[in-house]
């Protein structure tokens, strides 16, 4: 079959069994779905079309030819894997064409700069929906397990946010999903890139070949236009090639948008004062991208518009805990997010900072000495503990780490990150006033993967339960 008559096969079938979507985990196949088979294994295939059969699924396609008995129709395409998105654009009737699709991606920042958008654009009567792995209960905001998910379910997503008349919609784009063509074919009105650092070097095997996935991202699409924080060179290399991209710097005021140390951003001679934010420098530097991309859709700002914001959930998130010291959960888990964490917390406080973190296991284990170097640098009191250590000795992740830290004598290691949570807040309670303990590397996350298993864990939650119980 070619592929002009496999969309057509799709869109029949579509139209007579009134199917709704189009899968490609067999795990979520719901009744008349379509499911797509894509595994390499021909047992795994196998297996997967069977179960998504025993789901209602009512079209099978496969990459190549494969006979089951008394199955729905099944049908193939050869080079399958690279029609995805036009299979998914035909089936959702190009659904990002009929919305203003915003796609935020950096190393850092992604998750705080949306949440921001969404809100400065919800609070300007846009109708916004946004697409998250962070969950919430706020109206507008939608939960995907994955960063940027695969087309289909983006697709679906910005299919039904055309129903619900929402005029723009959210996404942040991973490094992995455009590597992988999962928003290929996706129709961005608007890009935002926030930085750069050493990040999933273990996919990506060097920094120069993730700064390339990163930078692909804005030469492939046809954005009205993209705000572009130049303060790396990536940046600076990304706005170059595009005059129809806007700048954006904490550090070179001749940017088109110029985030001063007083916290004041510039744009053709207005200024914003945004010190009416109650968070830290990088939070507010965060706060003023958003607050540029949304004035790059020629949106014009009133500040009197801007209370109660909020940041994500595991962003520099604040927990009580003793009078005159704080307990602070933040996500940072790369050496550029934990120093930028870490000296704005140094900066505010006078007292002592213990550090609790971890490095991910099966993940880039170049970055773990670095991450020992940064803690130290800041920190008072170091406890090494466990974070996804997946299928990996935690013991070698903790020696990875040691590497970069020089003072044995104020780090301690605790496996157990329940146990290392209960030693922090014990030496926090009998710090100085004015002390911090931080939790870093897991921020929203409910869960640690460990020896290959997925374990319900929330640090925040970890917090409370310690703290009522004493």
Partial sequence: MNFK??????????????????SLNSKKVKKNDIFIALSND????????SEAISKGAGLIITEKKIQIKNSPPIINLSDLR???????????????????????TGT????????????????NN????????IKSRKKGIFFSELTTPDIFFLNDFLFNSNLDNFEGAVLEVSSHAIHQDRVKGLNFSY??????????LDYHKSLKEYSKVKESFFLNNSFNSALINVDTPLGEKIKK?????????????NSDFYFDKSNILSYDNFNYDLNFFDGPRFMKLNLAMAMSLAICTKLKIDLKTFKNFYTPAGRFEKQKTFNGKLCLIDYAHTPQALDVVLKSIRSDSSGDIICIFGCGGDRDKGKRPNMGRVVERYSNKIIITNDNSRLEDPDK??????????????????????????????????????????????????????????????????????????
């Fill in 5 to 22: 008559e496999l969309i057509k096969t799709i869109l029949k079938f579509k139209n007579e069994s009134n199917c709704k979507s189009i």
């Fill in 42 to 49: 021909f047992d795994k295939n196998l297996e997967n079309i």
């Fill in 82 to 104: 690279n029609k995805l998105s036009e299979i998914s654009n035909e089936f959702y009737e190009f659904p990002s064409k009929k919305i203003k699709l915003f796609g935020i």
């Fill in 108 to 123: 850092n920042g992604k998750s705080s700069v949306s949440s921001f958008l969404h809100q400065i654009l919800n609070k």
């Fill in 126 to 133: 846009i109708k916004t929906a946004l697409l998250t792995s």
């Fill in 191 to 200: 890009g935002c890139f926030t930085n750069i650092s050493r990040d999933h």
């Fill in 241 to 253: 090639n595009n005059k129809n991209f806007l700048s954006f710097s904490s550090k070179k005021q």
């Fill in 397 to 470: 992740i903790k020696d990875d780490i040691m590497k970069g830290i020089s003072k044995l004598s104020k780090t301690k290691y605790i496996s157990d990150r329940k146990e290392a949570i209960k030693y922090g807040l014990k030496l926090l309670k009998k710090a100085k006033n004015d002390s911090v303990l931080l939790i870093s590397g897991k921020g929203h996350e409910n869960y640690q993967e460990i020896n290959g298993k997925k374990i319900y864990f929330n640090d925040k939650k970890v917090v409370k339960e310690i703290l009522n119980a004493n």
